[in-house]
């Protein structure tokens, strides 16, 4: 197999092979890394606390430890103070079960590719192979188009790595992402599959129409084209106070006042009420698929998005399990 074949480190591909057939349900949950300067014990802590959920929602098919960086260039205050985290690679190292010898659960490590350029990007990708054991990896962008950042598009790096590394043993299974509201977004993900992208995650959903208009447009550029879809993983996180809902915005999140207004209006319970709510879009999004015959395969990503809402993700972890049956299960 080459270089990459004699120092691989944890193997594991179920989740490469489920996501690349149409027929398979799939299921992954992001977790946030814990913060930098976390005592090890306290890391290990969580890595089991993943473990439990893992074991409590067996649907799930694979951890994305996400890269969690100071977003300078978003308009308006930052509503939650940034701290800074560990580094997602070591953290899904542990997960996938660090020096054990077997992979307790694959790990997908997002990528911020365009902050670094190719040489020191490439020694980072070699690295995360070697030494780390990651074979997953979610390639991402910038935060605005209105900087010029030093290193490649999620486009060029994914070609880069499909046609340097991936023939020298080092293949990668590369994801990329989905914004249903930007425009053109069809076209991106068309783009980004030819250039090596396996499989698509969207930004957090808490509305129908946008992902229904991505997917008919994605569906009818791939039958044009003659081109198999990309599988495209739906991202649901719950939301338990009126904090949690400004910090989505301020990530760009589109969130209805309608929502808004719906998952705010007890007291008690705001975190069930955003689960049902998720619910109801979920089943509409299926829905007009079934409708209109898309064919885009899709998936389910549940986050917890903030420390405090990950006991809850598990609920709708559950809720989301049982709706998309009989796959998932």
């Known amino acids: 197999m080459g270089g990459g074949g004699e120092k691989g480190g944890l193997e594991g591909r179920r989740f490469r092979e489920k996501t690349v057939n149409p027929r398979e349900g799939v299921l992954i949950y992001t977790v946030i890394p814990p ?7 306290a890391v290990q802590a969580s890595a089991e606390s993943v473990y439990r959920l893992i074991e409590d929602v067996p649907a799930i098919d694979a951890v994305h430890v996400p890269e969690v960086r100071q ?5 308006g205050l930052r509503t939650v103070p940034f701290v800074p985290k560990l580094e997602p690679r070591a953290f899904a190292h ?14 997908i490590v997002s990528r911020r590719v365009v902050y670094t350029h190719w040489a020191n990007q490439r020694r980072w990708l070699l690295r995360t192979w070697r030494e780390y054991g990651i074979r997953n990896l979610l390639l991402v962008g910038g935060e605005s188009h209105r900087i010029r950042y030093p290193g490649p598009s999620v486009a060029e790096a994914a070609h880069r790595i499909s046609q340097e590394l991936a023939p020298q043993g080092y293949e990668f299974f590369l994801g990329g992402i989905a914004i249903p509201t930007r425009e053109r977004e069809p076209q991106r993900l068309l783009e980004k599959a030819r250039s090596g992208i396996r499989f698509f995650t969207t930004q957090l959903l808490y ?3 946008s992902t229904q208009r991505l997917l008919k447009g994605y569906h009818d550029l791939c039958r044009e084209g003659g081109e198999a879809p990309r599988r495209i993983f739906l991202s649901f996180a719950p939301i338990s106070s009126q904090q949690d809902l ?12 309608s929502v808004e207004a719906e998952i705010l209006r007890g007291w008690l319970g705001t975190a069930w009420r955003s689960i049902a709510v998720i619910e109801r879009i979920v089943r ?19 986050e917890h998005a903030r420390r405090h809402n990950f006991e809850v993700s598990r609920d709708l972890a559950w809720a989301l399990t049982e709706i998309c049956n009989p796959q998932m299960r």
């Open 246 to 257: 400004e910090f989505l915005r301020w990530m760009g999140v589109k969130i209805p006042r």
């Open 94 to 107: 542990l997960l996938q079960g660090g020096a054990c010898g077997r992979v307790r659960v694959e790990a």
């Open 207 to 209: 509305e129908a129409e």
């Open 71 to 75: 977003e300078e260039a978003r308009p």
């Open 35 to 41: 913060p930098r300067g976390t005592p090890r014990a």
């Open 284 to 302: 509409e999004i299926l829905a007009f698929c079934r409708d209109e015959r898309l064919n885009v395969p899709l998936g389910i990503n549940v």
